[in-house]
Every structure is written in structure tokens, then in C-alpha cells.
């Protein structure tokens, strides 16, 4: 059976569906307005198991799926140049009165 590690990633899901990517790190805790939940009790825990918060509030703790972790992850601004633009315009096709 799988288990969390130190330094994996992990998806919280909790019970309205909602999804949040932590970074496992010994020491650190996961927080939400629903309450915490410590990173040491993930860690080594088969994947799938339910954590209670301190508030009584229920997460699943899975491994992300690519789709998870691309909608999931921070966002950072890319520098696009003039000669990258171009290329990306030729292969969608993009001209005059194109909509």
C-alpha cells in the first residue's frame, strides 16, 4: 500500500469537494478556516485516509493526479518575446479576421 512522504505532494479534499495542494514538510500543519491539520500525521499514512481538524471538519488525503497539480499549482508570469509570439501565432493559425 502506498504511503505519504516527507516532501510529496499531497491533495486535501474535503467535504464540499474542494481541493488544496500541500507541499509535505515535517513540523508544518495545514490550515484552513475548517481548522488544522499536522503534516507529521500525514506523513507515512497510507494514501486515502481520512483526517479529522481540530474544529471536527473531514479531509482525504490523495495523491494528485497531472490535471490535479496543473489547476492546483501557483501561477508565475512567463516572458513571452516577439520571436516566441510569432511562433505560437503560426501554429494557431491566427491572421486577419480570424475570430
Known sequence: MATHT??????????KNRRF???LKAGKTFSTHRGTISHDNIIGAPVGQTYITN?????VAMTPRLADYVLLMKRGAQIVYPKDAAAILVQLD??????
Open 21 to 23: 495542494l500541500l507541499d
Open 6 to 15: 516527507d516532501g510529496a505532494l499531497v491533495m486535501m479534499v474535503d467535504r
Open 94 to 99: 491566427v491572421r486577419p479576421g480570424s475570430r
Open 55 to 59: 474544529m471536527g471538519d473531514k479531509y
